[in-house]
């Protein structure tokens, strides 16, 4: 393994360098996190900060279309995502994108590794031992290992103890959930960053058209997310049918792909709603799909941190309805630029939905109110000049002059 004195070339001043950053993801997909992570390095490279991404897994054969402006190094050692079985060749597999991993971080010279998701954190933790760096830990979301899995956290404060490590939260919920479960980490080595969404991509555009259409003779619903538990979407789906059979025409389009599509379409089935469900799995351009909606249900249920689907919706003048979990209730002030009800609430969704289907004055309003809140302080830009003033201080704090 590269050794700290390997890491000191000449080709980088240490008294005055500039702020070289690798961003590091377990795998690449559609998510809400990979997209984070993607628009910041764009923006912090159009801030005049060298930025790359490093993929340390698989990546999805479908993916938005703004991702193929972004250059991006993937790991040569695959290795499928881990499981509770444990033996040498996963442990070798491991540690072999450990060295790989470190030997990015010494090819670019870099004084930041910014990890994304626990995972990458981990394997990021490994490669940085010893390295005179910046590791900047970026929590997305409340996972429930934090609070279920004492040998995980034991493992955590074993890897995250270098004094050098930041952490950034994307809400004040996020941080609270954190920093009570990593309780050996200080209150101070947190920080708040919203995430944000491109204007360029979303907001410029011209949606919303929906939103003054009277004529209409159908309700579209929309929703975005992996088909997994915690994402609701079963409670979303009742509630169609429960707005189907008030004779509301309402039909649903749920972006999104996971191991519980086959489930959903049975529940479908069952509720005879088949027929107004669409599953188009992910898709390229997300904008397309925004400016059909005429509002946008995230029926998550835990394990969130501030959804990138909530902020694009808004960003496109859709009313959106979100439950109160993680950092929602910090986004959506309720009744004002949209709605939060509790979680795994079906009757919830079918009254809020049934007062955009009728008061079109309270949908306009509503939409228009998110419009505005998301672009004057939930951008992608807003999210790298924080990210670039952290990195400024922290690199400072740890000795270095930052050029």
Same mark, same amino acid.
């Given at each position: 393994?590269?050794?700290?004195?390997?890491?000191?070339?000449?080709?980088?001043?240490?008294?005055?360098? &500039?702020?070289?950053?690798?961003?590091?993801?377990?795998?690449? %997909?559609?998510?809400?996190?990979?997209?984070?992570?993607?628009?910041?390095?764009?923006?912090?490279? &159009?801030? %005049?900060?060298?930025?790359?991404?490093?993929?340390?897994?698989?990546?999805?054969?479908?993916?938005?279309?703004?991702?193929?402006? =972004?250059?991006?190094?993937?790991?040569?050692?695959?290795?499928?995502?881990?499981?509770? *079985?444990?033996?040498?060749?996963?442990?070798?597999?491991?540690?072999?994108?450990?060295?790989?991993?470190?030997?990015?971080?010494?090819?670019?010279?870099?004084?930041?590794?910014?990890?994304?998701?626990?995972?990458?954190?981990?394997?990021?933790?490994?490669?940085?031992?010893?390295?005179?760096?910046?590791?900047? =830990?970026?929590?997305?979301?409340?996972?429930?290992?934090?609070?279920?899995?004492?040998?995980?956290?034991?493992?955590?404060?074993?890897?995250?103890?270098?004094?050098?490590?930041?952490?950034?939260?994307?809400?004040?919920?996020?941080?609270?959930?954190?920093?009570?479960?990593?309780?050996?980490?200080?209150?101070?080595?947190?920080?708040?960053?919203?995430?944000?969404?491109?204007? !360029?991509?979303?907001?410029?555009?011209?949606?919303?058209?929906?939103?003054?259409?009277?004529?209409?003779?159908?309700?579209?619903?929309?929703? &975005?997310?992996?088909?997994?538990?915690?994402? +609701?979407?079963?409670?979303?789906?009742?509630?169609?049918?429960?707005?189907?059979?008030?004779?509301?025409?309402?039909?649903?389009?749920?972006? %999104?792909?996971?191991?519980?599509?086959?489930?959903?379409?049975?529940?479908?089935?069952?509720?005879?709603?088949?027929?107004?469900?669409?599953?188009?799995?992910?898709?390229?351009?997300?904008?397309?799909?925004?400016?059909?909606?005429?509002?946008?249900?995230?029926?998550?249920?835990?394990?969130? %941190?501030?959804?990138?689907?909530?902020? !694009?919706?808004?960003?496109?003048?859709?009313?959106?309805? +979100?439950?109160?979990?993680?950092? =929602?209730? !910090?986004?959506?002030?309720? +009744?004002?630029?949209?709605?939060?009800?509790?979680?795994?609430?079906? !009757?919830?969704?079918?009254? *809020?939905?049934?007062?955009?289907?009728?008061?079109?004055?309270?949908? *306009?309003?509503?939409?228009?109110?998110?419009?505005?809140?998301?672009?004057?302080?939930?951008?992608?830009?807003?999210? &790298?000049?924080?990210?670039?003033?952290?990195?400024?201080?922290?690199?400072?704090?740890?000795?270095?002059?930052?050029?």
């Amino acid at each position: 393994m590269l050794t700290r004195r390997e890491y000191k070339t000449d080709n980088m001043d240490h008294r005055h360098p &500039a702020i070289r950053a690798i961003h590091v993801l377990p795998s690449l %997909g559609a998510g809400g996190a990979d997209r984070v992570a993607l628009s910041l390095v764009r923006d912090l490279r &159009a801030l %005049g900060i060298q930025a790359w991404l490093v993929n340390l897994g698989s990546r999805e054969k479908v993916l938005p279309k703004s991702f193929g402006k =972004i250059e991006i190094t993937d790991c040569r050692f695959q290795v499928s995502r881990p499981s509770h *079985k444990r033996n040498a060749t996963s442990f070798f597999r491991l540690l072999q994108k450990a060295v790989w991993l470190r030997q990015q971080i010494v090819t670019h010279q870099v004084n930041v590794v910014h990890s994304h998701l626990w995972p990458a954190a981990r394997m990021a933790s490994v490669a940085c031992i010893g390295l005179p760096i910046l590791h900047v =830990i970026h929590c997305h979301g409340q996972e429930p290992w934090l609070k279920e899995s004492p040998r995980r956290r034991a493992f955590a404060r074993l890897l995250f103890r270098n004094r050098f490590t930041v952490y950034i939260a994307v809400a004040e919920a996020v941080r609270e959930y954190v920093s009570s479960s990593l309780t050996w980490v200080r209150r101070d080595r947190f920080r708040i960053v919203y995430n944000g969404v491109d204007i !360029e991509e979303f907001a410029n555009l011209d949606y919303g058209e929906h939103i003054a259409n009277d004529q209409k003779p159908e309700f579209v619903i929309g929703s &975005a997310g992996r088909f997994i538990p915690s994402k +609701g979407h079963e409670y979303l789906f009742r509630a169609l049918a429960h707005l189907r059979e008030r004779g509301i025409k309402a039909r649903a389009i749920v972006v %999104g792909n996971g191991p519980l599509r086959n489930s959903y379409e049975r529940l479908c089935s069952e509720l005879g709603i088949s027929d107004c469900v669409s599953m188009p799995g992910v898709m390229e351009d997300m904008g397309r799909f925004y400016a059909t909606l005429d509002a946008f249900v995230f029926p998550s249920t835990h394990d969130e %941190g501030l959804p990138l689907a909530v902020l !694009e919706a808004m960003a496109c003048r859709v009313p959106v309805i +979100g439950t109160d979990v993680a950092g =929602i209730r !910090e986004l959506i002030r309720d +009744g004002v630029d949209g709605f939060v009800i509790p979680p795994c609430d079906v !009757e919830g969704i079918v009254r *809020k939905l049934e007062q955009l289907w009728t008061d079109k004055e309270l949908r *306009k309003n509503v939409a228009q109110s998110g419009q505005t809140r998301v672009l004057t302080q939930f951008t992608s830009r807003a999210v &790298a000049e924080r990210v670039y003033d952290i990195y400024r201080q922290e690199l400072v704090s740890c000795g270095f002059t930052v050029g």
